[in-house]
């Protein structure tokens, strides 16, 4: 792994974050258990925002210009087993589309996804 190149650059820049995006979000809608969350989402809008959330996560060029995870997730009552089914669709796309990834890679953006999960999750419906 060089220190010199990104995680954005090694999966392909900007073009790999939207393989990265549209493979996972395929998996995603076809969980039954997380699917009903994106029933009335606004689909081109989250899937524009998830670029730029992975754009960022991976050490790319692109700031996140959207709002704030604790407010976007604040209405759903997302469980910790939810979220974990998210990542494990997320560990299997980066498998799956990009296997030329290292394991400290995936580990890696892992790492700093789960750095969100207080402000996604909120299964004890507390207002915070």
Do not use: C, W
Not at 82 to 101: D, G, K, N
């Amino acid at each position: 792994m060089s220190e010199e190149t990104s995680l954005y650059d090694r999966i392909g820049g900007e073009e790999g974050i939207r393989k990265l995006v549209d493979s996972f979000y395929g998996k995603v809608l076809d969980d039954a258990e997380l699917k009903p969350y994106f029933e009335h989402a606004p689909m081109d809008k989250l899937l524009a925002m998830q670029r730029e959330f992975f754009a960022m996560a991976t050490g790319g060029p692109i700031v996140y210009s959207g709002r704030p995870l604790r407010q976007v997730h604040r209405n759903f009552a997302i469980s910790r087993r939810e979220f974990q089914r998210f990542v494990e669709h997320l560990i299997q796309t980066l498998e799956e589309e990009f296997p030329a990834l290292s394991r400290q890679d995936t580990l890696d953006l892992i790492a700093k996804i789960n750095l969100y999960a207080d402000e996604i999750t909120n299964d004890s419906n507390v207002d915070g």
